[in-house]
């Protein structure tokens, strides 16, 4: 689950996250359902940043961890253990999506590691 990321001057949109994480998922051997759980929750927060009227940058808060709802038992949690997160500063959506796709490879390499049988 990709939530909703508001309007910024570089082009980062749920759609493109959403199909660069199946992609990345696909690469793993995952397949991604409408239907899981537990899934991926991931959430982007982009800012541009502004000298005077002129856009300079954006910063980019990424934070990918395994979610699960209980529904038996009105939980919700999202696993800190396996969760990546962290701040960058860019010019480009080719700079956000390359560093995107690193936080999300580290992520899912963790994931695979812990969950291996």
Known sequence: MVEDIYENSVGVTRE???ATTKLELLRYGIKSTSTTNPYIS???NVLDITVGERVVGQAYHVAIGLSKNEFEADTYYFDRKTSRSGMII???YEDF???FKQYLEEFLVD???TNME
């Open 16 to 18: 493109k996250v959403l």
């Open 42 to 44: 991931i959430n982007v």
């Open 90 to 92: 860019r010019s480009t």
């Open 97 to 99: 999506e390359r560093a």
């Open 111 to 113: 994931y695979l590691e």
